[in-house]
């Protein structure tokens, strides 16, 4: 069994940053797709950002290129997520999800394995 935990949400002001931080236990997670989803009160789950542990490819969404960082510690069965210049619509709670796989995938019904979600609030 897989257990996923996020840590590093917290309340920010717009145009600060954060780093979120998502660690796997229960199996090495070095071939697999873990990834980053939001979810805003009375919005869907969204797919924020994915990374392939083996080869370090990586996946965005539109609303977060170039704002966001999504990298991995192996040794560590660790990923990040980089969140610079956040706008008050990035608050949300955020979500760690894994999935043994090699395409990335920007589907949450792909992702068998999920944390239970860390707060992130962006003041304006």
């Known amino acids: 069994q897989v257990q996923v935990v996020e840590s590093g949400g917290g309340l920010v002001q717009a145009g600060g940053s954060l780093r979120l931080s998502c660690t796997a236990s229960?199996?090495?997670?070095?071939?697999?797709?873990m990834g980053w989803f939001r979810q805003a009160p009375g919005k869907e789950r969204e797919f924020v950002a994915a990374?392939?542990?083996?080869?370090?490819?990586?996946s965005y969404a539109d609303s977060v290129k170039a704002r966001f960082t999504i990298s991995r510690d192996n040794s560590k069965n660790t990923v990040y997520l980089q969140m610079n210049t956040l706008k008050p619509e990035d608050t949300a709670v955020y979500y760690c999800a894994a999935v043994p796989r090699v395409i990335i995938t920007t589907r949450a019904d792909d992702y068998d394995y999920w944390g239970q979600g860390t707060q992130v609030t962006v003041s304006s």
């Open positions: 990374i392939n542990t083996n080869i370090g490819s990586t």
């Open positions: 229960g199996r090495n997670l070095s071939r697999w797709v």
